[in-house]
């Protein structure tokens, strides 16, 4: 799907977050075109799938590749709950970011399939 370097993959099972300590990656649509995202130093990627937010469970939302060199660090799963279990304002804070990223998903995905329809001559109405 990537012609860059994938770090995951949309669909796949999720055992672990990344937090972008140098580099640029980008977060991809599902035609492995369109980005949806950029992430740079500071950025992180991968929460949703290990907090089991959305409708896809334990899966990756969307995929995310590197542009050039980047170097990550890897949280995992049971990493992030048992720091999680300790700081229970962080995981409030995290939860509803990623409820945030979710619901812009969900907002580029209708403007995307809008656009297309539009191209193709296909009403909304």
């Known amino acids: ?4 370097v994938c770090v995951c993959v949309s669909g796949e099972v999720g055992k672990e977050m990344y937090i972008v300590n140098r580099g640029r990656l980008q977060v991809v649509a599902d035609n492995g075109r369109t980005v949806l995202a950029t ?9 949703i799938s290990i907090l089991n937010m ?7 939302t969307a995929s995310v590749r590197s542009v050039g060199y980047s170097d990550l660090f ?6 992030l ?3 999680l279990k300790d700081y229970p304002k962080a995981r409030i804070r995290l939860e509803a970011i990623a409820v945030r990223k979710l619901e812009n998903d969900l907002k580029k995905s209708a403007e995307r399939s809008s656009s297309l329809n539009r191209g193709k001559g296909i009403s909304a109405e």
């Open 39 to 47: 992430l740079r130093p500071g950025s992180y990627f991968g929460e």
């Open 74 to 79: 890897c949280l995992s799963k049971n990493d």
């Open 54 to 60: 959305g409708n896809a469970g334990n899966r990756r």
């Open 81 to 83: 709950w048992e720091v």
């Open 1 to 4: 799907m990537c012609s860059y």
